[in-house]
């Protein structure tokens, strides 16, 4: 399964208001971020519907603090950072009862995403 089924895959779950939320974190190998037309690509293969503005209630939006993808009743919130996702590798590593978790503590990986 390719990073963009995994990304359509979420963007698939129908969520009823009184049901949990659904986040999902990816730990990248080096970071990135995902463009609008990126993220569109993803929405309507997912949804079946254009992401060219065409539809008001499905659209995408990037802005350096905000990014939004909007399809029909559900918001999902699009969260990048190049930074260990748990902070600094070495103090977290020291929290590790096991030596082979605190060796590998300090290989995290350099960026994450959620949605």
Known sequence: MGYLDALQG???KKQDDDEMLYSIVMLLRSPFTMSKEVLGVAA??????P???SHEMYFVVRKPVLTV???????????EAAEPYLGDPAD?????????LKAR???TTPGWRSI
């Open 51 to 53: 992401y060219d503005e």
């Open 92 to 100: 977290i590593a020291q929290g590790f009862a096991d030596k082979r």
């Open 105 to 107: 503590g300090s290989n």
């Open 69 to 79: 993808v909007k399809a029909g009743g559900s918001v999902i919130k699009v969260l």
């Open 10 to 12: 979420l963007f698939r």
């Open 44 to 49: 309507c293969k997912a949804y079946g519907v």
